[in-house]
T-cell receptor, first 114, second 113 residues
Framework: DAKTTQPNSMESNEEEPVHLPCNHS???????IHWYRQLPSQGPEYVIH???SNVNNRMASLAIAEDRKSSTLILHRATLRDAAVYYC???????????????FGQGTELSVKP | DVKVTQSSRYLVKRTGEKVFLECVQD?????MFWYRQDPGLGLRLIYF???????EKGDIPEGYSVSREKKERFSLILESASTNQTSMYLC????????????FGEGSRLTVL
């Protein structure tokens, strides 16, 4: 399984944008880039995913490098409720018939200061 | 909204007991997963299933088994619980397409004494 590398922790100020980086230099052509986050005492929740193009949804934006070896999750205005562990994960499409399993790394713990 | 329900939020069991962790999803998802989460080790995949009666081992299947007799239900079984299986267990489900998102339950914290 292709691996991702993320900083262990990041800090942000409330109402400022946050850029969470992820390196995935061994990404293959069939890997989707997924982001999940885990709030304290909860299960992970889906944030966003993409393959090649940048993606936007109501929660965040995903910027994918042209060579796909890195990506950045962008929270446009951080709130205190965004404090969580953020996981960048590669999901292999070749596992389509085997569940498309997600392999989690250690993630980035984001703290948001008022 | 999609709902993944895990039967118990907290369980305390004794070494050697047989433990069942139940997970039910209400969105007719093909895929279901069991993870465990431990400090410093993150989430690790135990087993997953992509269809009824089908199962695949994840990264750490030893000491566990699973059952999927109905599409909506995926059970994790600890045949003989041990203290090193004390952990947070998370169930997830998704549609068949590999690109789709996983929906997680709230987790079951198991303590084995």
């Amino acid at each position: 399984d292709a691996k991702t590398t993320q900083p262990n922790s990041m800090e942000s100020n409330e109402e400022e944008p946050v850029h969470l980086p992820c390196n995935h230099s061994t990404i293959s052509g069939t890997d989707y880039i997924h982001w999940y986050r885990q709030l304290p005492s909860q299960g992970p929740e889906y944030v966003i995913h993409g393959l090649t193009s940048n993606v936007n949804n109501r929660m965040a934006s995903l910027a994918i490098a042209e060579d796909r070896k890195s990506s950045t999750l962008i929270l446009h205005r951080a709130t205190l409720r965004d404090a969580a562990v953020y996981y960048c994960i590669l999901r292999d499409l070749s596992f389509y018939n085997q569940g498309g399993k997600l392999i989690f790394g250690q993630g980035t713990e984001l703290s948001v200061k008022p | 909204d999609v709902k993944v329900t895990q039967s118990s939020r907290y369980l305390v069991k004794r070494t050697g007991e047989k433990v069942f962790l139940e997970c039910v999803q209400d969105m007719d998802h093909e895929n279901m997963f069991w993870y465990r989460q431990d400090p410093g080790l993150g989430l690790r995949l135990i087993y997953f299933s992509y269809d009824v009666k089908m199962k695949e081992k994840g990264d750490i299947p030893e000491g566990y088994s699973v059952s999927r007799e109905k599409k909506e239900r995926f059970s994790l079984i600890l045949e003989s619980a041990s203290t090193n299986q004390t952990s947070m267990y998370l169930c997830a489900s998704s549609w068949g397409a590999a690109a789709g998102e996983l929906f997680f339950g709230e987790g079951s914290r198991l303590t084995v004494l």
